[in-house]
Each structure stands twice: as structure tokens, then as C-alpha cells.
């Protein structure tokens, strides 16, 4: 027998298989997820600059599905819009705690601490990372450089001209 026509053999018999086996494990196609979705309707709400509309529909998102890294994270972010630091910080540590990808959760961790005026953590928490990636340097840099520029001057001796 040929090679062409052992494949030919072998598909007709791996589809019939197929075929045979296919209303065993079919199961209904996944419904589609309604833009009423405590999720969706979050997302807006941050787009549209209403934060704590945005942060009512995330915590309904975490209710529902349990613990959720985009959610817990823009629960954090929605808390931080709002100028509540202290709770926003603490969200996105959590998110950051759940992440593979840490590098925006810190950033945002970092930007908390410098708002909540410690500085020593900025830099602390923006050391931490490594591999950062280009589009996250600009941000590093401007937290690490305001960090460092608003220590007491007397930590540093200043320069007297001799």
C-alpha cells in the first residue's frame, strides 16, 4: 500500500472517531457575557472618571467570582483615584501578591507610597523588580528622582562654594 493512501486511511479513521465520539463530550457553547456584567459596567465607570461607581461594581466582581487579580487591582486603582491612599495601597498590594505580571501593580504601589509621603518605600518597592519593561522606565525614574528630591536637605551636605 502507498504512503498517500495509509494517511487517506488513518484520517478517515481518526474523523469517524471524531465523529463518533464528538456528542459524548460536546457540552453547550460558552454564552457570551452580557455588558450588564458588574465588570464591564466597572470598567466604564473608571473610563468615565466615576470612581466610586467603578469601585462598587468591582467589589460586586469580587463578590461574585471570588478573588480576581484585574479586579482586585482596579478596585485599588478606583481607590486611589479617589484620593483614599491608605485603602487603594492596600488593594493593590493584594493584586501585586496575585500577579504574574507585577511590574504595573508596583508602580502603582510605589505611586501610593509617594503620595502617602514615604519615601524611603518608593524606591524600596520600585528595587524590587527587576526586568522592567521600557513603557514602565519614564514612571520608575520620575517616582525614584521625586523620592530622592524631597528628602529633608539635611541629609546631604550642601555645597558651600570652597
Known amino acids: ?3 498517500r493512501a495509509k494517511s487517506r486511511r488513518w484520517a478517515a479513521i481518526l474523523l469517524a472517531v471524531y465523529m463518533a465520539l ?18 464591564y459596567q466597572g470598567v466604564a465607570a473608571f473610563q468615565q472618571r466615576d ?25 485599588g486603582a478606583s481607590m486611589v483615584r479617589q484620593g483614599r491612599w491608605e485603602e487603594g495601597g492596600e488593594q493593590l498590594r493584594r493584586a501585586l501578591r496575585m500577579a504574574e505580571d507585577r511590574q504595573p501593580a508596583t508602580v502603582a504601589i510605589a505611586y501610593t507610597d509617594y503620595r502617602l509621603e514615604r519615601f524611603e518605600k518608593v524606591c524600596d518597592g520600585l528595587d524590587s523588580v527587576r526586568g522592567w519593561q521600557e513603557r514602565w522606565l519614564p514612571t520608575v525614574q520620575r517616582l525614584r ?3 530622592y528630591c524631597i528628602d529633608p536637605p539635611d541629609l546631604f551636605p550642601r555645597w558651600t562654594g570652597r
Not at 459524548?24 to 465588570?39: D, N
Request: zero cysteines; aromatic letters at 10%; glycine letters at 4%.
Open 1 to 3: 500500500m502507498a504512503p
Open 22 to 39: 464528538a456528542p459524548l463530550g460536546a457540552s453547550e457553547p460558552a454564552k457570551p457575557v452580557s455588558p450588564q456584567h458588574p465588570w
Open 51 to 75: 470612581f466610586a461607581a467603578a469601585e462598587a461594581h468591582f467589589r460586586e466582581v469580587l463578590d461574585r467570582h471570588g478573588s480576581s487579580y484585574a479586579a482586585r487591582y482596579m478596585l
Open 145 to 147: 528622582e521625586a523620592a
